[in-house]
């Protein structure tokens, strides 16, 4: 059973920087990939970034318009998102998920779930 934990967020003030951090307890087979979304209050969750455990390429949704970064630890099973520039319509809970890179989906098996996310405001 795959576990998701998200951490780093907070209060963030506009224009300033978080690192958001994902630990994953284990790899589906499936999923060659690890991605970052966010749900806005009020809005459906939407896809910010996902990134290949093998090799470095990596996907952007439009918005992030180069003030975003994906990255991971392979060897701590561990993804990153460094939010720079952050503007308040960044405001939102952040979560990570398994990931098919090519097929742009989610791997979420019948017995696993979302973690719990981690809040991140941003204040004008």
């Known amino acids: 059973q795959v576990q998701l934990v998200e951490s780093g967020g907070g209060l963030v003030q506009a224009g300033a920087s978080r690192r958001l951090s994902c630990e994953i307890s284990t790899r589906a087979d499936s999923a060659d990939a690890i991605a970052w979304f966010r749900r806005a209050p009020g809005k459906e969750r939407e896809f910010v970034a996902a990134?290949?455990?093998?090799?470095?390429?990596?996907l952007y949704a439009d918005f992030v318009e180069g003030r975003f970064t994906i990255s991971k630890d392979n060897a701590k099973n561990t993804a990153y998102l460094q939010i720079d520039h952050a503007k308040p319509e960044d405001t939102a809970d952040y979560y990570c998920i398994p990931y098919s890179f090519y097929a742009e989906s989610i791997i979420l098996a019948d017995s696993d779930s979302w973690g719990q996310g981690t809040q991140v405001t941003v204040s004008s």
């Open positions: 990134t290949l455990w093998s090799g470095n390429r990596t």
